[in-house]
């Protein structure tokens, strides 16, 4: 078994008990990230800081100093600013952009003493459900439809981070979810991803997409391997005000599948027209799984449900139309030369730096905060917005957490959505999690009939990563999801 | 001079007019660190040296509100009796402009820290009965924008962001003065105010303090006109012209047949007018919105009470009881005007002066001085100890009035106390009955044809001889002395 095919669980531990060297670790990946250029899953590939950080934790392990994530090489989404290496959140407005610093997050898993294998592509700005804003090519999911070669989507916007997963050139990485960019992808590429209650995560050195949605979160092959990276990442940050001053749980120490006693809600609004037979059988088979694992199966009710997605998208775009105005041509980033006023250079380089999503958003962001529509749109996006968060605190008086499917579809073809609307209905069942701000996780279910894999939705109350995770392992477990994308790169 | 009560009216062709004003001021907080970075705040620093990542706006950069800087807003608040809002948020502003990093503003629109509140001016020092009061609508925090500086190179604008990111007190007025010299007033008091605060430094001239001013012309009793904005005004002097102007100018274009627009207009100091910048329709949408990476301020009330427990005597409390001390209502007003005065003052109030005779003192011959070589009462080379002690040498006749003006002239350039100077130039005064009177025969004497027009009925030679005996020596007599052996002598 090569070292790329096992969970960083196993890599760890095989490491500290000293079967393989954390060189030996950084080598491989390093070796495969660099043989999987056709995915265009790195914007940047980092093999020297890998290898570093497998020295290093090769030199704590003889000295008995490890850290936790000691001889793990990760992936970074290309949204987390890295002290020195480029940070472009997938966006030509920001190309050669190399921040003198390094996002609390990414700091946290470099101090648990993880290596950076480089960095992942994105959709633009973390706007997209499918890798295809990226200003640098779209990546291509390591997965394709049985006997088909065309080229599929890996999701969004965490795409790179989940193609990469998937493809066992990293491990395990970081992700950030403001609508599901976590939790879609995950499911498209047939693996485990975790975002956890809006606050655990710093955002300090994130590139601002929604400030009140975005959060961070952690994609692996298991629950496990989330559990242990989310446990690194997480913690109270005094340079983020929205940051919980909270204790990190220990969420890995307290993994259990057994479920005896909780009960999992089903929230009757979930069941939509248009979803494939595929998706409402796996549904279907997680409640039977859960019930399996000792848990009770409950209907529960979100009536506000149909509302989020319109909600999600007059929120989302209004703070990213402000978030994106300091990409500005002034300071940093890519500016337009040979124009004449200062507005000029702005509309120039505003108009070549961002891609066509990022400017719909920007325009959907400035319309409904305009003067005359910002009661109509952003001021009664807000209410529905604490209905919605009302729902969940409802619902979860009568369980302990929300299973749903992850997303109405398995992974498209590159190209084939070309309808934003369309697109935007594929975080229709993550969407309702962001807007309350609550922990949510995607484990993968089984695959479809093209042979694709079909991801779990797990919403937990707030606070209450546990017993998400819990679930997560449960499904898991039972699930026995091993399947591997047939190796074509 | 004219009466204070009588209300300011334009004289147009239709008849009077009276001016509505209103002032936003724009306060810079006394505070080491920015609004919600950890960047220094000092003025005149080296461009682009004050800045931090946050200030810069830099990928991914969060901002976190600096306690100290909502302290002294809430203090402003309190000392000025306003309602202070436990629960506020703050709110984007949203433009693009070369000095706005972030591209928006935070500022707070739609729930201020700060709600209503008053300041009571008085309209003429001498008159204590002249006073008005000056609505407060609110006080939010906002940071300031940074600089440009055109001055630099040939072609190109350079950007200096040190000042961005600092915190502003916006305190905003009802449309409640009708006056300059009520809108004159209302800034100095206020500027007053903040400074025994400690809040802003009242510094206009370094741009700490300036106002937008507000200004509509209406017959008496109608409704409001439509008023102009006049931005960044930064001094008195400056504010009281654009009202005086501005009401010219909108009385005389409403009575040729114009209308008043609602826009913004710039001051220019050097001509005394103002000019328009931008009109309503020109304005621009700045799409005012929660921000996002804030959580709502919420104050509790420890904080509130360690805030009022901060908050000194404040300058009208501080007249009020001086003038019970039997200080003038005038010398009150003008020890109590500016917090380094009135610190100096209580300072020689607490040596146990007479309290009327040291105001006299203070404001005739210590403001004379200073005025004199252009100094600030904190320049002022005379401490209140040292100050004491000259009240006192005077109270106690060791040295005369006249006397006292020399030795205080010296003290001005020597720094040295009274005592010193009294006794090192032997200017202690003489009650030597002998040594007078011997001076006081010799002016007799040298004046016989004076003393026969005395004697003649001319009563107010008396005086002559007075001055002729303390000048023969050398001012050093205990006048009272000279008084009685002369009248002794004489009569």
């Given at each position: 078994m090569s070292l790329t095919s096992k969970t960083i669980a196993e890599l760890r531990d095989g490491f500290r008990a000293g079967e393989f060297k954390a060189r030996e670790i950084a080598e491989e990946y390093n070796a495969a990230v660099a043989a999987a250029k056709l995915l265009n899953a790195y914007t940047v590939e980092t093999p020297d800081e890998a290898l570093a950080a497998a020295d290093a934790a090769d030199s704590a392990r003889l000295g008995g100093d490890l850290k936790p994530l000691s001889g793990i090489p990760l992936g970074i989404k290309d949204l987390f600013a890295t002290n020195g290496v480029d940070t472009t959140a997938g966006s030509r407005i920001?190309?050669?952009?190399?921040?003198?610093?390094?996002?609390?997050?990414?700091?946290?898993?470099?101090?648990?003493?993880?290596?950076?294998?480089?960095?992942?592509?994105?959709?633009?700005?973390?706007?997209?459900?499918?890798?295809?804003?990226?200003?640098?090519?779209?990546?291509?999911?390591?997965?394709?439809?049985?006997?088909?070669?065309?080229?599929?989507?890996?999701?969004?916007?965490?795409?790179?981070?989940?193609?990469?997963?998937?493809?066992?050139?990293?491990?395990?990485?970081?992700?950030?979810?403001?609508?599901?960019?976590?939790?879609?992808?995950?499911?498209?590429?047939?693996?485990?991803?975790?975002?956890?209650?809006?606050?655990?995560?710093?955002r300090w050195g994130i590139v601002s997409f929604a400030s009140s949605l975005d959060q961070a979160g952690s994609m692996a092959k298991t629950v496990r391997d989330c559990a242990i990276l989310l446990e690194a990442m997480a913690g109270f940050d005094p340079k983020d005000s929205t940051s919980?001053?909270?204790?990190?749980?220990?969420?890995?120490?307290?993994?259990?599948?057994?479920?005896?006693?909780?009960?999992?809600?089903?929230?009757?609004?979930?069941?939509?027209?248009?979803?494939?037979?595929?998706?409402?059988?796996?549904?279907?088979?997680?409640?039977?799984?859960?019930?399996?694992?000792?848990?009770?199966?409950?209907?529960?009710?979100?009536?506000?449900?149909?509302?989020?997605?319109?909600?999600?998208?007059?929120?989302?775009?209004?703070?990213?139309?402000?978030?994106?105005?300091?990409?500005?041509?002034?300071?940093?980033?890519?500016?337009?030369?040979?124009?004449?006023?200062?507005?000029?250079?702005?509309?120039?380089?505003?108009?070549?730096?961002?891609?066509?999503?990022?400017?719909?958003?920007?325009?959907?962001?400035?319309?409904?905060?305009?003067?005359?529509?910002?009661?109509?749109?952003?001021?009664?996006?807000?209410?529905?917005?604490?209905?919605?968060?009302?729902?969940?605190?409802?619902?979860?008086?009568?369980?302990?957490v929300i299973l749903t499917p992850t997303a109405p579809s398995a992974a498209f073809g590159i190209g084939e959505t070309t309808d934003p609307l369309a697109m935007y209905l594929n975080d229709v069942f993550a969407v309702p999690a962001s807007l309350a701000g609550l922990p949510a996780m995607s484990v993968p279910g089984g695959l479809d009939g093209q042979g694709l894999p079909l991801g779990l939705h797990l919403i937990g109350n707030e606070l209450d990563e546990q017993t998400v995770l819990n679930a997560g392992l449960a499904i898991e477990e039972r699930a026995g999801f091993t399947a591997r994308p047939e190796k074509w790169w | 001079m004219a009466d204070a009560a009588a209300p300011f009216r334009i004289k147009g062709e239709t008849g009077e007019w009276e001016v509505v004003v209103g002032l936003e001021v724009h306060a810079q907080v006394v505070s080491n660190a920015k609004l919600f970075s950890g960047a220094a705040t000092a003025f005149g620093a080296e461009p682009n040296t004050q800045?931090?990542?946050?200030?810069?706006?830099?990928?991914?950069?969060?901002?976190?509100?600096?306690?100290?800087?909502?302290?002294?807003?809430?203090?402003?608040?309190?000392?000025?009796?306003?309602?202070?809002?436990?629960?506020?948020?703050?709110?984007?502003?949203?433009?693009?402009?070369?000095?706005?990093?972030?591209?928006?503003?935070?500022?707070?629109?739609?729930?201020?820290?700060?709600?209503?509140?008053?300041?009571?001016?008085?309209?003429?020092?001498?008159?204590?009965?002249?006073?008005?009061?000056?609505?407060?609508?609110?006080?939010?925090?906002?940071?300031?924008?940074?600089?440009?500086?055109?001055?630099?190179?040939?072609?190109?604008?350079?950007?200096?962001?040190?000042?961005?990111?600092?915190?502003?007190?916006?305190?905003?007025?009802?449309?409640?003065?009708?006056?300059?010299?009520?809108?004159?007033?209302?800034?100095?008091?206020?500027?007053?105010?903040?400074?025994?605060?400690?809040?802003?430094?009242?510094n206009m001239e370094e741009g700490s303090m300036r106002a937008d001013v507000n200004v509509s012309v209406r017959k008496?009793?109608?409704?409001?006109?439509?008023?102009?904005?006049?931005?960044?005004?930064?001094?008195?002097?400056?504010?009281?012209?654009?009202?005086?102007?501005?009401?010219?100018?909108?009385?005389?274009?409403?009575?040729?047949?114009?209308?008043?627009?609602?826009?913004?207009?710039?001051?220019?100091?050097?001509?005394g007018v103002t000019r328009s910048l931008r009109s309503k329709e020109d304005a621009h949408d700045y799409r005012y919105f929660p921000d996002p990476d804030l959580l709502p301020l919420e104050l509790d009330e420890a904080f509130l009470e360690d805030c009022r427990k901060s908050i000194p005597e404040l300058p009208d409390a501080k007249r009020k009881r001086y003038e019970l001390m039997g200080i003038s209502p005038y010398n009150a007003s003008v020890l109590t005007a500016e917090v380094e005065t009135a610190g100096w003052f209580d300072a020689l109030l607490a040596t146990d002066v007479d309290p009327?005779?040291?105001?006299?003192?203070?404001?005739?011959?210590?403001?004379?001085?200073?005025?004199?070589?252009?100094?600030?009462?904190?320049?002022?080379?005379?401490?209140?100890?040292?100050?004491?002690?000259?009240?006192?040498?005077?109270?106690?006749?060791?040295?005369?009035?006249?006397?006292?003006?020399?030795?205080?002239?010296?003290?001005?350039?020597?720094?040295?106390?009274?005592?010193?100077?009294?006794?090192?130039?032997?200017?202690?005064?003489?009650?030597?009955?002998?040594?007078?009177?011997?001076?006081?025969?010799?002016?007799?004497?040298?004046?016989?044809?004076k003393v026969a027009e005395y004697k003649g009925g001319k009563q107010q030679l008396f005086g002559f001889f007075v001055g002729q005996t303390m000048?023969?020596?050398?001012?050093?007599?205990?006048?009272?002395?000279?008084n009685e052996r002369l009248r002794a002598k004489l009569d």
């Open positions: 920001l190309e050669g952009f190399r921040p003198t610093y390094e996002s609390t997050v990414s700091g946290n898993l470099r101090k648990a003493g993880a290596g950076m294998l480089g960095k992942l592509n994105m959709d633009e700005f973390a706007m997209g459900s499918s890798n295809e804003t990226s200003a640098w090519g779209p990546v291509i999911s390591p997965w394709r439809r049985k006997g088909s070669n065309v080229g599929l989507t890996p999701g969004g916007s965490s795409g790179g981070s989940a193609a990469a997963v998937a493809a066992e050139i990293a491990p395990g990485v970081t992700g950030t979810d403001t609508g599901g960019s976590i939790r879609q992808p995950a499911a498209f590429a047939g693996i485990c991803g975790i975002k956890p209650t809006y606050g655990r995560c710093s919980l001053d909270l204790p990190v749980p220990q969420w890995e120490a307290n993994l259990s599948s057994d479920l005896k006693g909780k009960h999992v809600g089903i929230p009757k609004e979930y069941r939509i027209d248009g979803v494939p037979e595929d998706i409402n059988k796996l549904w279907d088979q997680g409640i039977e799984w859960l019930k399996d694992a000792g848990a009770t199966a409950v209907e529960i009710s979100l009536p506000h449900t149909k509302y989020a997605l319109p909600t999600y998208y007059i929120i989302a775009p209004a703070e990213a139309s402000s978030n994106l105005a300091r990409y500005d041509g002034v300071r940093y980033g890519l500016r337009v030369e040979g124009v004449k006023t200062l507005d000029d250079m702005y509309a120039a380089t505003r108009a070549d730096g961002f891609g066509a999503e990022v400017k719909r958003r920007i325009m959907i962001g400035t319309y409904v905060l305009s003067a005359g529509f910002y009661d109509a749109y952003f001021t009664k996006a807000q209410k529905v917005r604490t209905l919605i968060k009302q729902d969940f605190a409802k619902a979860f008086e009568q369980c302990d | 800045v931090s990542l946050v200030d810069a706006a830099m990928p991914g950069m969060l901002p976190v509100p600096n306690r100290e800087c909502i302290r002294q807003a809430v203090r402003t608040g309190l000392a000025l009796g306003a309602k202070i809002n436990k629960w506020s948020r703050f709110d984007r502003k949203n433009y693009f402009y070369a000095d706005l990093p972030q591209g928006y503003q935070i500022s707070q629109l739609y729930h201020p820290l700060v709600g209503e509140g008053e300041v009571e001016v008085l309209l003429d020092d001498k008159d204590e009965t002249s006073t008005k009061r000056i609505g407060i609508e609110r006080i939010h925090v906002e940071q300031d924008a940074g600089k440009l500086m055109h001055d630099q190179h040939p072609t190109m604008s350079y950007v200096d962001l040190n000042r961005s990111g600092v915190a502003l007190m916006e305190i905003v007025s009802r449309p409640d003065m009708r006056s300059p010299a009520e809108a004159g007033a209302y800034l100095r008091k206020l500027r007053s105010i903040l400074r025994y605060v400690g809040s802003c430094d009242g008496p009793g109608a409704e409001f006109g439509t008023r102009t904005e006049t931005k960044n005004v930064n001094s008195v002097r400056f504010v009281m012209a654009v009202v005086e102007h501005e009401a010219k100018r909108q009385v005389e274009l409403i009575e040729s047949g114009g209308t008043v627009a609602q826009e913004t207009r710039l001051f220019d100091p050097d001509k009327k005779q040291a105001s006299n003192w203070t404001v005739a011959e210590l403001f004379g001085a200073l005025n004199r070589r252009g100094e600030s009462m904190a320049e002022s080379p005379v401490s209140p100890a040292h100050a004491a002690e000259l009240l006192k040498l005077v109270a106690d006749g060791t040295i005369s009035g006249t006397i006292a003006k020399q030795v205080f002239e010296i003290m001005l350039e020597t720094g040295d106390p009274a005592s010193k100077i009294v006794d090192e130039r032997g200017l202690r005064q003489t009650s030597d009955t002998g040594a007078i009177d011997a001076e006081i025969d010799k002016v007799l004497a040298a004046n016989a044809d000048k023969a020596m050398q001012g050093k007599a205990n006048p009272q002395l000279v």
